[in-house]
């Protein structure tokens, strides 16, 4: 029988971070020794799944994925896009050296919109406002790359309040490109669909965006 399991297949991915939330779970909650060796050996299944989808050795992952102190719920990414003179602001990351819009994780004790305009600064050098919130992001509903985060991303429409670059210390570049030749993305982080969803957004004054 032929196999049409990808390690790209949407369908597994969500499965396997379904399988490392029941084990997070369970070690959390469970009060006997017996139920707690059942859910740390399907934690180790599903680092051994992760292992094989992203290529990664299995003792990084288990670096990244730390022992689970409340439940676990989703992780919050929040990215904002500038636009002026038609052509939108990225940074290119230094992990991959690939372009995104700027931002990052939520931070405990910083609302959205203080998250965003932190990032901006310490990533572009320039100071910005949040003026529309435009779209509410589940990663598992886009092509991302697998990845063993459940992942909601918030992207907000910003203003320039100044207008000096300087490159944050974790980042290669800062460049506004036009839409329709935008460089090659760090598309854990943003996919070209998105950005023109966004760009249009903007242009057209539509509604939020959520999926």
Not at 87 to 98: C, Q, T
Not at 139 to 164: A, G, I, M, N, R
């Amino acid at each position: 029988m032929e196999n049409n399991i990808s390690k790209n297949d949407p369908d597994i991915i969500e499965l396997v971070k379904r399988l490392q939330s029941i084990a997070d779970i369970g070690l959390l909650y469970s009060v006997n020794d017996y139920d707690k060796e059942r859910y740390a050996e399907i934690k180790e299944i599903s680092l051994r799944f992760w292992q094989k989808l992203s290529g990664v050795e299995i003792n990084s992952i288990k670096e990244l994925l730390l022992d689970t102190k409340e439940y676990p719920t989703a992780k919050v990414d929040i990215r904002g896009i500038l636009i002026e003179d038609s052509r939108i602001l990225l940074v290119r990351e230094m992990n991959d050296g690939r372009w995104s819009l700027p931002g990052g994780w939520a931070d405990i004790g910083y609302s959205p919109k203080e998250v965003i305009i932190k990032e901006f600064k310490e990533e572009t050098g320039i100071d910005i406002i949040p003026e529309r919130l435009l779209a509410i992001f589940d990663k598992k509903k886009h092509p991302h790359p697998p990845q063993p985060f459940y992942v909601y991303k918030l992207v907000f429409h910003c203003k320039s309040l100044s207008s000096d670059i300087k490159k944050g210390f974790d980042m290669l570049d800062v460049q506004f490109f036009d839409i329709d030749h935008l460089p090659e993305l760090s598309e854990n982080r943003i996919l070209k669909s998105q950005i023109q969803l966004l760009y249009k957004s903007i242009v057209e004054g539509s509604p939020v965006y959520i999926d």
